[in-house]
Every structure is written in C-alpha cells, then in structure tokens.
C-alpha cells in the first residue's frame, strides 16, 4: 500500500486517506510501512493547532464542528476533523458517518473529514488517531479537530494528544453537568454552551453553574483559567468567540505549550511501550501455565499478586 509522499506533503486529499488507512490497518506489513511512513513526514508536524472537542449526546457536536470549521476555512485556514466513531460489532467499521453529518465542510477543498471507527479501544479513541493527526499536519493542514464518541474516558486520551480540550453543553444542563464525570470538567479549557439561542435563559443559567463548578476544581495554572462561553451552531453565534479564546489560551501558555506537547509524546511513548510488553508477554508465557494461575486466582487460592509473581518468576 504504497503512499506518496510527495502528493501527500502537497495536500492531496487521495494520497491523505491512503496513509491514514495504512496507518489504521492492523496487518503487520502495513504496520512496517507505516511506521517508515510516519518517519520520513515527521520534520513536518507539529506545526498545527490541535483541539479536542466532545460533550454529551445530543449537544451537536458535529453541527458544532461544521460551524467552526466553515469559520475557519472562510479565514484561509486548512481544518482537518479526526471523528472517532463507535464500532460496529459485526464489521468493525464506522457506524455514526460524521462524515455525512458535515456536507457543507466536506466538500470545501481546505477542509479534510476523516471518520474512524475506534476498533473497541477504550472509550472509544481510535488506536491510531495520533498518527492521522500527524500526517494531517504533513499534509498542511494547520488546525486539527479531534471529536471523541461522547463523555468518558476517551477524553481523556483525546486531551493528551490535543492542545487544549473544548467541552460542549446544553442549556438547563443541570442534570448533564452532574452526569459529567469530575474528571472531565477537570479537562475542558473552554466550555461552551451550545445551542443558547433556543433558551437564552436556560444559557445564562447554565453559565453561571459551569463557572462556579470550575472555581471548585483544582486551578489549570496561572497561564490560564477555563472559559466558559455561549455559542448557536446553526445560527453562527458565538462560534468566532470560541475560536477566539483557543487562540488567546496558545498566547496565555506560550512555551509552555511546546513542553506540553513533549511531555504528551512521552507517555505516549510509554503506553505504547506498556502495549508491547504486555503482547510480548503474551506471546511468550505458556497459555496453559496462564490459564491454571486465572483460575487459581479467581478461586482465591493465590491472590493476584501472587499469581502475577508466579507467572514472572525466573524458569529453572
């Protein structure tokens, strides 16, 4: 599945697609392709504006997302929009088509749209997504929007790949605010009431809660404090204030944002190593040795440690 690499520094929409399926494609000659794929455009990235963005069902984040895409390309950027979707049981592949939810920025020639189903990886982040995110960036795409399946713990994932993390909202969301994990307000950057022209009332109330929950949780830093702001995707309000604030919070942290980004790729580096240990591991332990220590653990004859310690033990 060779890619070109010339059509995809160019921008080429073909030859984009084509790298992020490579780099999507769990088969091990894909996976070598890849990875010398992924080196030779590095030199490339890291040169765009990433953000994340997720909320709870029904807030329109993709409605959102076309919004402020369509105001950015409109300014001369090139948006690219990583949407996770969940996967479908029986084939694997995407079932939500974000894609199709966004027409009108789908087919702008400075817009790239890439829905990828998340392969059942935990809360629903795509394996890969850090790679399409660089070959975005090599592509020239300058501002990267990452939306995650909903609230959970992919956001999580999402926010250290990302810049900063934008939490979308519903007017009178008292019931959703309380659904909504601590440790995802602990995230969000920005949080945006959405759709606050159908309950003006309801938003400003809204408003009010997300500020005063934010003054409860521990402080970003001096650099910056959450913003909470009002936006109507489908009337255009608020939309170019929310892309606003994302350009103040990288003027707010500065430097610090390229340390930001080192420490991410860190630990991605380190749960990438944990993966590979942990298949290397599996590869090499005796099946029926590891099914005996399950069962002896499940049946309290060893506690877990113990039955970890006997796997690992030194072979005589």
């Known amino acids: 599945m060779a890619v070109d690499v010339t059509a995809l520094r160019t921008g080429t929409r073909r030859a984009l697609a084509k790298a992020?399926?490579?780099?999507?494609?769990?088969?091990?000659?894909?996976?070598?392709?890849?990875?010398?794929?992924?080196?030779?455009?590095?030199?490339?990235?890291?040169?765009?504006?990433?953000?994340?963005?997720?909320?709870?069902?029904?807030v329109g984040k993709s409605t959102f997302i076309e919004a402020l895409g369509l105001t950015l390309v409109a300014q001369g950027h090139k948006v690219a929009v990583l949407a996770v979707d969940p996967s479908s049981n029986r084939t694997g592949g995407s079932i939500m088509g974000d894609k199709t939810r966004m027409e009108r920025l789908s087919v702008h020639p400075n817009a790239f749209i890439r829905p990828s189903p998340s392969g059942g990886t935990l809360g629903g982040v795509a394996r890969r997504t850090r790679e399409a995110l660089m070959l975005c960036e090599a592509a020239g795409y300058d501002v990267i929007l990452v939306e995650t399946v909903g609230v959970g713990q992919s956001e999580t994932a999402v926010a250290s790949m990302t810049d900063l993390f934008v939490l979308l909202t519903l007017p009178n969301a008292g019931d959703e605010l309380q659904g909504i994990k601590r440790g995802i307000m602990e995230l969000a950057d920005i949080v945006v009431v959405n759709k606050a022209d159908a309950d003006p009332g309801g938003a400003n109330r809204t408003t009010t809660d997300v500020r005063n929950a934010l003054r409860l949780l521990t402080p970003h830093g001096a650099a910056w404090q959450p913003k909470v702001l009002q936006a109507s995707a489908t009337t255009g309000q608020g939309v170019d204030d929310v892309w606003k604030s994302v350009l103040a919070y990288r003027a707010a942290l500065g430097s610090a944002l390229h340390a930001k980004r080192r420490v991410q790729t860190l630990r991605w580096f380190d749960d990438l190593l944990r993966e590979e240990v942990w298949h290397a591991f599996l590869r090499a332990v005796d099946t029926a040795q590891l099914q005996d220590v399950r069962r002896r653990v499940e049946q309290a004859d060893l506690t877990p440690v113990q039955g970890v310690a006997a796997l690992l033990a030194p072979k005589r």
Request: glycine residues 10%; hydrophobic residues 40%.
């Open 20 to 58: 992020i399926t490579l780099v999507e494609s769990a088969r091990p000659e894909h996976e070598r392709e890849a990875q010398a794929l992924l080196a030779q455009v590095l030199p490339f990235t890291g040169r765009s504006i990433r953000v994340g963005l997720s909320g709870v069902p029904g």
